[in-house]
């Protein structure tokens, strides 16, 4: 399995209040992805990052930062909670993006509730 | 319009049978496809990539229709450990290997 963790596994918090989720991975991948899954919408990229201190928006990006200041760390931060954001987070990496059949491989997932 | 169109459903087979899922996509640019696994409350996994020739692994074909847009998997000889849900997965390889995935196909064999 590749080397990626996420935490926490699981939070509750409330509405309104800032939520910072990690992601560390050991394969020193350039990409790495943030996904949230909901039933009906499927997996839907929030932010991805191409390298250190480089990154770029997905579909849903609006309410979600990032930021990456080493190659194995990717955090995204809720800036403020909204009930909306009760989802299931995934994170996941690749090593160059581009290549042709490339796969990406996902972490645990983090399961977040906004109440 | 979803740009990937799966099936839910869920599909319900007896151990041992045969089934199929189809995926559809709607940008022609797509140039990587693949079907992954995801168990329930699990991260997804990769199943396999899809070529354009077709590709088998064990009881599992996987087939590109490039000219209608679509992909399938099939499942021979179904195993209880079969049941999950797969997720079909379209990329553009120029687009910073963003992915789009489907929402997935439910399988549950039963004994």
């Known amino acids: 399995d590749a080397g990626i963790t996420q935490s926490p596994r699981h939070k509750v918090t409330e509405t309104g209040t800032p939520v910072t989720l990690r992601c560390h991975q050991t394969?020193?991948?350039?990409?790495m992805y943030w996904y949230r899954q909901d039933p009906g919408h499927g997996l839907r990229l929030i932010h991805y990052?191409?390298?250190?201190?480089?990154?770029d928006k997905g579909e849903v990006s609006d309410g979600y930062s990032v930021s990456r200041s080493k190659t194995e760390d990717f955090l995204l931060t809720l800036e403020s909670a909204t009930s909306s954001q009760t989802s299931v987070y995934f994170c996941?990496?690749?090593?160059?993006?581009?290549?042709?059949?490339?796969?990406?491989?996902f972490g645990p997932g983090t399961r977040l509730l906004v109440l | 319009r979803k740009e990937v169109e799966q099936d839910p459903g869920p599909f319900n087979v007896p151990e041992g049978a045969t089934v199929a899922f189809n995926c559809t996509y709607s940008?022609?640019?797509?140039?990587?496809f693949f079907w992954y696994r995801q168990d329930c409350r699990k991260e997804p996994k990769l199943l396999m990539s899809v070529y354009s020739s077709g590709n088998e692994d064990g009881r599992f074909t996987a087939q590109l229709n490039r000219a209608s847009q679509y992909i399938s998997l099939l499942i021979r000889d179904s195993k209880l450990s079969d049941s999950a849900t797969y997720l079909c997965v379209v990329k553009k390889n120029t687009n910073a290997g963003k992915s789009t995935f489907g929402d997935g196909t439910t399988l549950t064999v039963k004994p």
């Open positions: 990052s191409y390298g250190v201190k480089d990154t």
């Open positions: 996941a990496i690749s090593e160059s993006g581009q290549r042709y059949q490339e796969t990406q491989y």
């Open positions: 394969e020193n991948h350039r990409y």
């Open positions: 940008n022609s640019a797509s140039q990587s």
